[in-house]
């Protein structure tokens, strides 16, 4: 396994919509397996295969962040918000923008179908942290980053502060 590098805005690869995976074959599960350990090295709940440089419709999770946590670990191909309920709001970030939090209004309860590692179907019906994070992955396989649903004003602002430092560092 190794650690990939992680894009990050304005990356043009993050901004694209990425294509299903045809068959989770052992290329898809080496992406997975190396998703898996960039994520864990960059201290991350979940990470899209776009946020790797990789145009594919693959996430991975693990939101298990306090002790008693019972969250799986997922690795997951076309991942797919079949249903979703309620409503609550979580102060997001990302890794793909650093330095940038905002809070998102999203549904508080989802049930996503996708296949796993071994291209077998199954069904996750997610709450809490585990629920905001499948959201936050599907729209990055979309093109949409926490950017895009945040107020204009955030956004505009981190925009020019990201072109201030590149200009600064040349
Ligand atoms: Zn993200």
Do not use: W
């Not at 990050?8 to 045809?22: D, G, H, I």
């Not at 969250?71 to 940038?100: D, K, R, T, W």
């Not at 049930?111 to 069904?123: I, Q, S, Y």
């Amino acid at each position: 396994m190794s650690v990939l590098n992680i894009e990050k805005f304005p990356s043009k690869v993050l901004k694209q919509k990425a294509p299903p995976v045809e068959q989770v074959d052992d290329a898809i599960r080496t992406l997975m397996d190396n998703m898996l350990e960039t994520m864990y090295a960059s201290s991350g709940v979940g990470l899209a295969a776009p946020q790797v440089g990789v145009s594919t419709r693959v996430i991975v999770l693990d939101v298990n962040l306090q002790e008693g946590d019972d969250y799986p670990v997922l690795m997951l191909a076309n991942p797919e918000v079949i249903s979703a309920e309620g409503s609550e709001e979580f102060e997001e970030g990302c890794l793909s923008v650093p330095g940038f939090t905002t809070l998102i209004k999203r549904p508080a309860e989802v049930t996503v179908k996708a296949l796993d590692r071994d291209g077998k179907e199954l069904t996750i019906e997610a709450g809490g942290l585990l629920a905001v994070a499948l959201q936050h992955k599907i729209d990055h396989l979309e093109g949409k980053l926490i950017l895009d649903r945040a107020s204009s004003i955030k956004r505009e602002f981190y925009k020019k502060r990201i072109k201030k430092n590149a200009a600064v560092a040349g």
